[in-house]
């Protein structure tokens, strides 16, 4: 649950010069990497079997070798604690197709959200979310360099265009 709460925050918490691009080899179900901590997070990308979120040292990973990017992570346990509450919330509160039922003198309602569907965790947990969410992402990775936009030279013919 918490690499889908650090998704949709938009907001990976990656440590200063945390992006560590090259060829790493996974052995043994597990993977050495000198700059975590243990207990640290970090994120793969760039592997066939073994992308995504996982806490160093990781003992669950598949046999691989890769060229890839690692992401060393700082998360807050604030952000953690909040991931677990939503994902106790989320079994709890499983969807359903009804939004409301009522038989004999029985009625029920579920919480709606936008367009009337049920409301899922996005919703109920948007106020606690919010100061951890982020509108875009720090630097995609293209080429190991962060993008930068490109701006056209100035023309003096056309000083309109960018």
Request: proline share 9%.
């Amino acid at each position: 649950m918490l690499e889908q709460v650090l998704m949709y925050l938009n907001n990976w918490f990656v440590v200063p010069d945390g992006i560590h691009a090259g060829k790493y080899s996974i052995k043994g179900k597990s993977i050495t990497l000198p700059f975590l901590l243990s207990g640290q997070y970090f994120r793969i990308c760039g592997s066939v079997l073994n992308d995504g979120l996982h806490q160093y040292p990781a003992t669950d990973l598949q046999d691989e070798d890769f060229d890839g990017v690692i992401w060393a992570m700082a998360v807050p346990p604030s952000v953690i604690s909040l991931a677990d509450e939503i994902k106790a919330w989320a079994e709890k509160n499983k969807p359903s197709a009804y939004t409301s039922e009522s038989f004999g003198g029985y009625s029920y309602s579920r919480a709606s959200g936008k367009n009337g569907t049920p409301a899922g965790w996005q919703d109920v947990f948007t106020e606690q979310l919010a100061p951890y969410r982020k509108i875009r992402e720090n630097a995609p990775v293209r080429g190991m360099q962060p993008l930068k936009p490109y701006y056209r030279p100035f023309n003096p013919d056309y000083p309109w265009r960018w």
